[in-house]
């Protein structure tokens, strides 16, 4: 039987357990940490290397910045985020090469089913 991380990474009908609150806590932590610096310099990037699944070089992203889980984000090379971008990161996100994001850009890619049962449901997606 699949837990119910293998379930969201495969974009299938879900609930939140302890085991991925956990790592939504972890990920919020971490969040705090980066956007409590005032430039993305080495220190932040420390912080997001923690975060993220893959960074890139070059890459600025300005705070703050939010996400559910971070190890789905993959950044490539040359990115830059404006402030307030949000990635709903329960499922794969890869973001391309010298990809631009405006101010207050939201990467909705969670689906909640309104049901009783309170699931979510996930896809992959690619930016850029």
């Known amino acids: 039987m699949a837990t119910e991380k293998e379930k969201m990474l495969r974009g299938e009908l ?5 085991e991925l609150f ?10 705090r940490k980066f956007n409590d610096f005032i430039m ?7 912080v997001l290397k923690e975060l993220l699944g893959s960074l890139g070089e070059d890459v600025a992203i300005r705070a703050p910045f939010r996400c559910d889980y971070g190890y789905n ?7 830059f985020m404006n402030f307030n971008c949000v990635l709903l990161d329960v499922c794969e996100i ?31 997606a690619l930016i850029g």
């Open 14 to 18: 879900y609930r939140v357990n302890s």
């Open 22 to 31: 956990q790592e939504m806590t972890r990920a919020r932590h971490l969040q």
């Open 40 to 46: 993305c310099d080495a220190d932040a990037k420390a």
């Open 73 to 79: 984000i993959h950044i490539a090379d040359g990115v």
């Open 94 to 124: 890869r973001i391309g090469a010298r990809t631009m994001f405006g101010p207050n850009v939201p990467g909705l890619l969670n689906q909640k089913d309104f049901r009783p049962s309170s699931e979510s449901r996930s896809s992959r």
